[in-house]
Structures are given as structure tokens and as C-alpha cells.
């Protein structure tokens, strides 16, 4: 172990102290007789269920649109994919609901595209598609970054090799490219998922809180923490938990993949 500075460890601690105190503190006030029957409420449940598909979908959708982008993204350098990968990346630092409300100007009912799509019969605005695409909208830059970073560390001598075999790019790609950062890949698909399924901001302003159609699980808790904090606490705990689930995959998968 590499030795450091002995004055870092009182700052990292409060750092530490400071992430903890949160969590602990709902573990601690949790009104533990009524956890059970709050987190099996049907109103909870209709939550939970929802969140989790709809979270599936827009991973999915994550996975068919976020694997080209990040292959084109690390094999390419031209000005024009730097600009267009700058923007892709920005529902990272983007606040959420600055995202819904572009959704909602996009496609919403008199949105730039929105409007021909309603002239059509097609509504998505206030819709659980609605929810898909905004989670898949905040979620979809984790699995691109991850995916990108562990293409660009990876030695193009496999893919040369493959090429003088007689390998055509998309065998490559299947057989060489993709097997090679198969690791980051599933860590940012489990982050795009922990991602969509703790969407709240995007959500929110873009679909609504309809309980049933576009009533996630962080939105039952916006709710319930309106209407009584503490009845709030056992679907938090649920959430977080998973949070913590996913922390502890994402960390744990082999060295060498890392996503920057």
C-alpha cells in the first residue's frame, strides 16, 4: 500500500461522515413496524412495478443506441464527433427537469416534433411512454461514457489481426470489439438501469404523476414525503438499497475495465 499524507484521512473522513449521516439517518427514524405493510401497499407496489419496466425498456433502449454511439464515439476523432458526443454527454450536468421541460417542447402535444406525431394520433406527453423516454434520456449518457472509456483502453491490435484474417468490421465488432469490454459494458447497463429506475426530475415534468401510468417509485415518494415524511421512509429504503446493490456490482466487476 502506497503511503499518503496522514493529515488526508481527517478531511476524507468527514467527506465520509458526511455521505453516510443521510442513509443512517433514515435507517435510524424508519418506522420499522410499519415497513412491511407500506412497501406491500398496492399503491407502492404499482410503483415499484412500474418503475422497474420502465426502467427495462429504456435500458434496452440504452443498450440499442448507447453501444454504436460509444464504437463510433472511440473510433472516431473528427471535430464534428467531438461536438455531437459533447451534447450527447449533456444530460450528465443537464438538471433533470431542464431535460423534461426540452421533452416536453419536443415532444409534447404542440412540441417541434410532437405536434405532427398528435396530428397523427400519437400522444407521448403524460403517457408511460413518456417515462421511458425520459429515463432513457438521463440514462443513456452512463452507459455511452462507460462503454467509450473501456473501447478507448483497449489495444486495437485484436481488431487489426482480425482484419488480416479476413474479418469484416461487423464480425469484428461481435467477435473481437464488444467481447473485449464486456465487463464495462454490464456496469453501464447496471448504472443506466439504477439511473432510469431513480428518475425523478425529467420524469416528473415530462410524463406527471399519474398513479398507474406514470407513477414511478420516486415519484410515490415525492408524494408521500408531502403528505407525511416518515410514511415515506420504507420506499426510500427500498430505492436505496438498490442504489447501494448496484454500487457495490459496479465496483466489484474485474480491473482493467474501468469506465472513466
Not at 41 to 63: N, Y
Not at 119 to 145: H, K, N, Y
Request: hydrophobic share 55%; proline share 7%.
Amino acid at each position: 500500500m502506497r503511503r499518503i499524507p496522514v493529515w488526508l484521512y481527517a478531511p476524507a473522513a468527514v467527506g465520509v461522515a458526511f455521505i453516510l449521516i443521510g442513509p443512517v439517518a433514515l435507517v435510524v427514524r424508519m418506522p420499522w413496524q410499519d415497513f412491511v405493510a407500506s412497501v406491500t401497499s398496492q399503491e407502492s407496489l404499482d410503483a415499484l412495478r412500474l418503475a422497474v419496466v420502465t426502467a427495462l425498456t429504456s435500458t434496452s433502449l440504452c443498450l440499442l443506441f448507447g453501444v454504436p454511439m460509444a464504437v463510433v464515439f472511440a473510433r472516431s476523432d473528427g471535430i464534428v464527433v467531438r461536438v455531437i458526443r459533447a451534447l450527447v454527454l449533456l444530460p450528465l450536468v443537464l438538471p433533470p427537469v431542464v431535460g423534461g421541460l426540452a421533452l416536453i417542447y419536443a415532444l409534447g402535444r404542440n412540441g417541434v416534433v410532437g405536434q405532427y406525431l398528435d396530428d397523427a394520433g400519437i400522444t407521448i406527453a403524460f403517457t408511460t411512454t413518456a417515462v421511458i423516454l425520459a429515463q432513457t434520456f438521463v440514462a443513456l449518457p452512463f452507459l455511452v461514457i462507460s462503454v467509450e472509456g473501456a473501447l478507448r483502453s483497449t489495444d486495437g491490435e485484436f481488431e487489426q489481426v482480425a482484419a488480416t484474417l479476413g474479418a469484416g468490421p461487423t464480425r469484428t465488432l461481435w467477435k473481437v470489439t464488444l467481447p473485449l469490454v464486456i465487463p464495462s459494458l454490464l456496469a453501464g447497463t447496471v448504472l443506466a438501469f439504477a439511473r432510469a429506475l431513480g428518475e425523478f426530475g425529467a420524469t416528473i415534468t415530462f410524463a406527471g404523476n399519474l398513479p398507474g401510468t406514470t407513477q414511478t417509485a420516486p415519484l410515490r415518494i415525492y408524494l408521500d414525503a408531502i403528505n407525511d415524511p416518515a410514511q415515506a421512509l420504507p420506499l426510500a429504503l427500498v430505492l436505496m438499497v438498490v442504489a447501494l446493490v448496484v454500487v457495490v456490482a459496479v465496483h466489484l466487476r474485474p480491473s482493467g475495465t474501468a469506465a472513466t
